[in-house]
Nanobody, 123 residues
Framework: QVQLVESGGGLVQPGGSLRLSCAAS????????MGWHRQAPGKQRELVAG???????NYAEAVTGRFTISRDNAKNTVYLQMNSLKPEDTALYYC?????????????????WGQGTQVTVSS
């Protein structure tokens, strides 16, 4: 139906930068909101940043001013530019997409999660 492929995670030193990508593919009719969440060991998954179909964005307080979410509608892709990374940003990062799919001629609304990409900030 719909596949989400994430990339861009890795190991980076404090103060460094990474850019995450999440590309959606499949029988997509339209994409509504897209977002990034993260889950650190022993903690609950939390919203990092979100972006609507119109381009409005929202951020968790902990990342405001350091992270930037964007999307390329032509590529069905959402990005997360992460700057000034801190050790506390270490987590498994998941993208989430709310979209309409074409299911045998019917438009059906679904919500999908990516497989997760690890971000580790350490010296």
């Amino acid at each position: 139906q719909v596949q989400l492929v994430e990339s861009g995670g890795g190991l980076v030193q404090p103060g460094g930068s990474l850019r995450l990508s999440c590309a959606a593919s499949g029988s997509i009719f339209s994409i509504n909101a897209m977002g990034w969440h993260r889950q650190a060991p022993g903690k609950q998954r939390e919203l990092v940043a979100g972006i609507t179909s119109g381009g409005s964005t929202n951020y968790a307080e902990a990342v405001t001013g350091r992270f930037t979410i964007s999307r390329d509608n032509a590529k069905n892709t959402v990005y997360l530019q992460m700057n000034s990374l801190k050790p506390e940003d270490t987590a498994l990062y998941y993208c989430n997409v709310d979209l309409f799919v074409d299911l045998k001629g019917r438009r059906v609304r679904v919500n999908r999660w990516g497989q997760g990409t690890q971000v580790t900030v350490s010296s």
